[in-house]
């Protein structure tokens, strides 16, 4: 993940190397350390503890790469690369990766025991995606009538009061929808080279 801007670089003399792996490291050390070891001075986001020090960075004229888990914090770079099972699944800047999804097809569902609710909207009809974000259901509906059926669904079940509304994806919308995909990709292919396989043994 970085900014459009220039790498500029900085040099210490002053360097800690680590002696072990748990042993406690400044941020700058270890830029410091990665410096030596491969022949250039980095400026990186030294403050994850102020949690705005990289954005500050960036907004200097400095790029900054941030490899993270939290995609709340990856929706503040301006591109991101997500992978999954070591592999690139996409790469472009955050308007454009949520674009992968309609409009209003990504709706928020509170209701009662959402765990649960979770196992009735998967497979069903009108529902492409689904999946449990803290208290409440992130859904992605096929089409937008699909909406309806998924609130009469979880009413008839026993899991109301159930409210839902459209909402603006999230990065993790993107995440889990990019992952599907990936993993359907790959089964195709991993079938289609099995097909292959007995029609040559055959």
């Known amino acids: 993940m970085s900014s459009d ?11 800690t190397t680590p002696e072990h792996p748990n042993d406690a490291l400044d941020v700058t050390d270890v830029a410091d350390y990665l410096g030596r070891q491969y022949g250039g001075w980095y400026e990186i986001a030294r403050a ?7 954005p500050e960075l ?3 004229g400095k790029t900054v790469f941030v490899t993270t888990h939290y995609m709340d914090e990856a929706e503040r770079c301006h591109r991101v690369a997500l992978m999954h099972a070591g592999a690139l699944i996409r790469l472009d800047t955050i308007p454009a990766l949520k674009g992968i999804f309609a409009e209003d097809s990504v709706v928020e569902v509170s209701c009662a025991r959402p765990a649960l609710a979770l196992l009735e909207l998967e497979g069903m009809r009108g529902v492409g995606d689904a999946a449990l974000f803290g208290e409440t259901l992130h859904v992605v509906l096929e089409a937008p009538d699909a909406l309806d059926g998924v609130r009469r669904r979880l ?4 899991f109301e009061p159930v409210e839902a509304r459209p909402i603006v994806p999230s990065l993790e919308d993107v995440f889990i929808r990019s992952i599907g995909e990936a993993e359907r990709s790959r089964a195709v292919g991993d079938e289609a ?4 396989s007995r029609a040559e043994g055959s």
């Open 155 to 158: 009413a008839d079940r026993g």
């Open 5 to 15: 801007q220039t790498t500029t670089s900085r040099q210490s003399d002053q360097t």
């Open 58 to 60: 960036a907004a200097e």
């Open 193 to 196: 080279r099995g097909g292959g």
């Open 48 to 54: 994850y503890e102020a949690a705005t020090g990289w």
